[in-house]
């Protein structure tokens, strides 16, 4: 289980390097075409900065993921582990709510597998 947990840990933080990306760098290409149901397209352009400053949280989510592959004590690795993937799944909760739906199965719902595959390793 230990395995599927790093496994999981390293999706979850690819996926959100790559929210980085597209919230800091390519927000008026491919976030107007992932958002498009939570945002009128003339929105993309002024909300460019408010965006990149989002990118730049999901950076630190995945940093704070990609940190638990380099903690030698297991009980701190563990520790860690579940506080940014906590913080993975408050932020898709919340986005599922406040923004659309499909950010709930996109984001929350891996980052609590993790927990439930950390949990048991």
Do not use: R
């Not at 599927?4 to 390097?17: C, M, N, Q, T």
């Not at 993921?65 to 690795?77: A, S």
């Amino acid at each position: 289980m230990e395995i599927v947990a790093k496994i999981l840990i390293a999706a979850v933080a690819l996926e959100h390097l790559y929210i980085l990306w597209m919230e800091m760098f390519a927000w008026e290409t491919k976030g107007k075409e992932v958002f498009k149901a939570a945002l009128p397209p003339e929105m993309f352009k002024p909300t460019k900065g408010l965006a990149a400053n989002q990118g730049l949280y999901n950076g630190f989510l995945a940093a704070g993921l990609i940190w638990t592959f380099f903690i030698e004590d297991e009980k701190w690795q563990t520790n860690i582990a579940l506080f940014f993937l906590g913080c993975v799944t408050v932020a898709g909760i919340y986005g599922a709510v406040s923004a659309t739906k499909k950010i709930f199965f996109v984001q929350a719902l891996p980052a609590i597998f993790a927990i439930v595959a950390v949990l048991l390793k």
